[in-house]
């Protein structure tokens, strides 16, 4: 595994993160 590959998956990580965090806020205030 390349050290750019592994950066690769922590943006992906990053990214679902980001969403999951915008879900809760949706569910937070609906």
């Known amino acids: 595994m ?3 590959h592994r ?3 922590k943006r992906e990580d ?3 993160f980001v ?3 915008n879900i809760i ?3 937070w205030f609906f």
């Open 7 to 9: 950066s690769h998956i």
């Open 14 to 16: 990053a990214s679902w």
């Open 19 to 21: 969403l999951t965090v």
């Open 2 to 4: 390349t050290a750019q």
């Open 25 to 27: 806020v949706l569910v």
